[in-house]
C-alpha cells in the first residue's frame, strides 16, 4: 500500500518537474529571441550612428573646406602687412630676447641660492629624524615584549571560543536540514495545488472561447445578410437614376449640339475680323519696334563711341604723364625706377594703346560717314571689332602681370621717396581729375568686359535682316572666346604662382612642385603621425601630391617632412577618438604605413 501511495505522488512530482522543465525550456527561447531583437535594435542604431555621424564629419569637412578658402583669400593680404612690420617685429623680439635671457639668469640664480637653502634645511632635518628614530626603536621594544605575552594569553582564549563555536555550527546545521526536508514537502503541495488551479482555468477559457465564436458567427451573420439587403436596394436605385441621367442627357446635347453650329458661325465670323485688325497691329507694332531699336542702337553706338574714347584718354595719360617721362628719368643719373620696374609697371600698355587707338579712329570714321550720309546707310561696327579681336590677344600679357604691377606700385610708393614725389606731382595736374595711377592701370582689365556687355546688347537691338547683324554676333562671340581665354591663361598664370609660393615657403629636401598640369588646391594646419605619435603640423595639397610639413618660427615659413604621392594611395576616415584624443580623421594607406591626419583645431 505504501508503495501504490509514493506511485501516484512520484508521477505528480515527475509531470511537475516535466512542466517546470519546459516552462524553462520557453523562458530561455523568449530571453533569445529578446536578445535577438535588442542585438538587431542595436545594429540599427549603430547604423543610424554612423550615418549621422558621417554626414557630421561631412559638414565639418565643408566647414573646413570654406573657412581653408577664407585664410587663403586673407593670407595674402596678411603676407603683405607682415612684411611692413617685419623689421619692428625683429627689433622687438632681439629686445625681448635679451630680456627673457637677463631675467632667465637672475632667476637661475635666486633657484639656486634656494635650492642651497633647501638642502641645508634637508640636512639638519635629517639628523633630528635620525635620533627621534633612534628613540622610537627603544621604546617599540619595550612595548613589544608586553605585547608577545598578551598574545599568548589571547591564542588561548581563542582556541576555546572556536571550539564553542564548532559546537554551535553543527547544532545549526542539524536544524537547518530538518527546515529544508519540511520546505521541500510544502513545495510539492503547493506546486499540484496550482497545476490543478490551472487546468480548472483552461477548461473555462475554452468554453468562454467558443461561446463567443458561436456568438461572432451569429452577428456575422446577421450583417452579411442585412448588407446584401442593402447592396441590392442600392443598385436597383442606382439603375433607375441611370437611365433618367441619360434621358436628360441625351436631351440637353441635342441643344448643345444646336447651340454650337450657332456658336462656329459666329466664331469665324469674328475671326475674320481678328486677323484682319491683327494683322494691321503687328504690322503697326513692328514698324514701332524697329523704330525703337534702331533708336537704342544708335544711343549704344554713341555710348560705344563715348566709352572708347574715355579708355584711349585714359590710356594716352597713362604713357604721356608717367611711362614717358619715367623713361626719360631712367636715362638719367638719378632714376626714379630702374627700367625693369617701369617695364614690370606698365608692361604692354603702348601697344595696347596703338591697337585701341586704331579701333577707336574706326569707328569716328563710321559715325562721321553715316552722319554725312544723313543716317541713310546702315551704321555698321561689326566687322571693325572682328578684325580687332585677334590683336587683343596681347591683353592677355598685361593682365598676367598686373598682380605684379599693382606689387611694384605700392612698394615703390611706400619704399621709394622719389617715385611717391613724381606721383603726387603727377596726380595734382587737373587732367587726372583727381585720380591716381592704380585708377588709370585697371582700365585694361576692365575694357573687355565693356566690349562684350555693349556688343551683346548692340546685337540685340540689331534686326536679323541688318548687314551688321551677322558680323556683330560673329564679333561678340569672338570676343566672350578671348576673355575666356585671357581668363584661362591668368588662373594657368596664378597657379604657378601660387606653386611657386609654396616652393619658396617650405625648407629642406622639398622635390620640384612646380610640375605641368599640376595645380595647387589648398593648405591649412593639422595634426599627422601614426596613432603612436601625433604632433601639429601643416599640409599642401595639390592635384596628384600632398605635402606635409612643420612650422618654423617664422609664420610663413616649413620645414618639408613629407611628400605623399596620392596616385597610389587608399583613404580610410576614422570614427572619433578611434585614434585616442584625436577627432575628425583619416588615415592615408601609403605601401606599408598609414599615416593618420586629423583637421581638427
Same mark, same amino acid.
Given at each position: ?12 512530482? *515527475? ?6 522543465? *519546459? ?12 536578445? @535577438? ?29 570654406? #573657412?581653408?578658402? /577664407? ?8 603676407? !603683405? ?11 622687438? =623680439? ?28 634637508? !640636512?639638519?632635518?635629517?639628523?633630528? +629624524? ?5 628613540? +622610537? ?15 599568548? $594569553?589571547?591564542? @588561548? ?9 564548532? #559546537? ?23 506546486? =499540484? ?11 473555462? /477559457? ?20 442585412? /448588407? ?12 433607375? +437614376? %441611370? ?24 466664331? *469665324? ?20 519696334? =524697329? ?28 604713357? %604721356? ?73 596681347? &591683353? ?49 582689365? *576692365? ?32 570676343? @566672350? ?11 594657368? $598664370? ?7 609660393? $609654396? ?10 612642385? !612646380?610640375?605641368?598640369?599640376?595645380? &595647387? ?39 618639408? #617632412?613629407?611628400?605623399?604621392? !596620392?596616385?597610389?594611395?587608399?583613404? +580610410? ?6 585614434? %585616442? ?21
Amino acid at each position: 500500500e505504501d508503495e501504490d501511495d509514493a506511485s501516484p505522488q512520484a508521477k505528480a512530482q *515527475q509531470e511537475i518537474e516535466n512542466k517546470r522543465i *519546459q516552462v524553462q525550456v520557453e523562458r530561455d527561447r523568449i530571453k533569445e529571441i529578446q536578445a @535577438k531583437a535588442e542585438e538587431t535594435a542595436r545594429a540599427e542604431e549603430s547604423l543610424r550612428r554612423r550615418e549621422r555621424e558621417r554626414k557630421e564629419k561631412e559638414l565639418k569637412a565643408r566647414r573646413w573646406a570654406e #573657412k581653408q578658402e /577664407r585664410l587663403a583669400k586673407y593670407r595674402e593680404a596678411e603676407r !603683405l602687412h607682415l612684411q611692413k612690420i617685419k623689421e619692428e617685429e625683429d627689433r622687438f =623680439r632681439a629686445e625681448e630676447e635679451a630680456r627673457r635671457i637677463e631675467e632667465e639668469r637672475q632667476k637661475k640664480i635666486a633657484e639656486e641660492e634656494k635650492a642651497l637653502r633647501k638642502e641645508r634645511k634637508r !640636512l639638519e632635518k635629517e639628523e633630528e +629624524e635620525k635620533a627621534r628614530l633612534a628613540e +622610537e626603536q627603544e621604546e617599540r621594544e619595550k612595548a613589544n615584549k608586553a605585547e608577545d605575552k598578551a598574545a599568548r $594569553v589571547a591564542r @588561548k582564549a581563542e582556541r576555546a571560543r572556536i571550539r564553542e563555536d564548532r #559546537k554551535s555550527r553543527d547544532e545549526l546545521r542539524l536544524k537547518l536540514k530538518e527546515e529544508r526536508k519540511i520546505e521541500k514537502v510544502r513545495i510539492k503541495e503547493d506546486e =499540484r495545488l496550482r497545476v490543478l488551479t490551472l487546468q480548472k482555468e483552461e477548461e473555462e /477559457r475554452k468554453e468562454c472561447e467558443a461561446k463567443e465564436e458561436a456568438e461572432s458567427r451569429r452577428i456575422e451573420e446577421a450583417e452579411e445578410a442585412e /448588407r446584401k439587403r442593402k447592396v441590392e436596394e442600392d443598385e436597383k436605385r442606382i439603375a433607375e +437614376e %441611370k437611365a433618367r441621367e441619360e434621358r436628360e442627357r441625351e436631351e440637353e446635347l441635342k441643344k448643345l449640339q444646336a447651340l454650337e453650329e450657332e456658336m462656329k458661325a459666329k466664331e *469665324q465670323e469674328i475671326k475674320l475680323l481678328a486677323t484682319q485688325a491683327s494683322a494691321d497691329t503687328k504690322k503697326k507694332e513692328d514698324a514701332e519696334e =524697329r523704330q525703337k531699336k534702331a533708336e537704342k542702337r544708335v544711343r549704344i553706338a554713341q555710348e560705344i563711341l563715348q566709352v572708347e574714347r574715355t579708355y584711349v584718354k585714359n590710356l594716352n595719360i597713362i604713357i %604721356k604723364k608717367y611711362f614717358f617721362p619715367l623713361c626719360n628719368l631712367a636715362n638719367t643719373k638719378s632714376p626714379v625706377l630702374s627700367a625693369d620696374k617701369i617695364k614690370g609697371l606698365f608692361s604692354i600698355i603702348e601697344v595696347i594703346h596703338n591697337f585701341n587707338s586704331l579701333l577707336l579712329e574706326g569707328i569716328e570714321n563710321r559715325m562721321k560717314r553715316w552722319i554725312a550720309d544723313n543716317m541713310s546707310t546702315p551704321l555698321l561696327f561689326g566687322d571693325l571689332f572682328l578684325s580687332m579681336t585677334d590683336h587683343m590677344r596681347c &591683353y592677355s600679357t598685361y593682365i598676367n602681370n598686373f598682380d605684379n604691377s599693382m606689387s611694384i606700385f605700392n612698394s615703390e610708393k611706400n619704399s621709394n621717396p622719389a617715385f611717391a614725389a613724381f606721383l603726387k606731382k603727377t596726380e595734382a595736374d587737373p587732367e587726372l581729375k583727381m585720380q591716381d595711377l592704380s585708377s588709370f592701370i585697371v582700365n585694361p582689365i *576692365q575694357q573687355l568686359p565693356r566690349y562684350i556687355m555693349l556688343l551683346s546688347d548692340l546685337v540685340r537691338n540689331t534686326p536679323e535682316d541688318h548687314p551688321d547683324h551677322g558680323p556683330l554676333n560673329q564679333a561678340c562671340t569672338r570676343m @566672350k572666346a578671348l576673355t575666356e581665354f585671357v581668363n584661362e591663361q591668368k588662373r594657368g $598664370v596664378d597657379t604657378a604662382a601660387a606653386i611657386v609660393d $609654396v616652393q619658396r615657403r617650405v625648407r629642406g629636401k622639398c622635390p620640384n612642385l !612646380l610640375v605641368q598640369s599640376r595645380k &595647387y588646391i589648398k593648405e591649412g594646419p593639422v595634426v599627422f603621425g601614426d596613432a603612436k605619435d601625433m604632433a601639429p603640423g601643416y599640409v599642401f595639397l595639390f592635384t596628384d601630391i600632398m605635402v606635409l610639413a612643420k612650422p618654423l618660427k617664422r609664420s610663413d615659413e616649413f620645414n618639408f #617632412k613629407e611628400a605623399i604621392d !596620392l596616385v597610389n594611395v587608399s583613404v +580610410e576616415d576614422l570614427k572619433d577618438d578611434q585614434v %585616442k584624443g584625436i577627432k575628425n580623421a583619416f588615415a592615408l594607406k601609403v605601401q606599408d604605413r598609414k599615416i593618420i591626419i586629423s583637421t581638427a583645431e
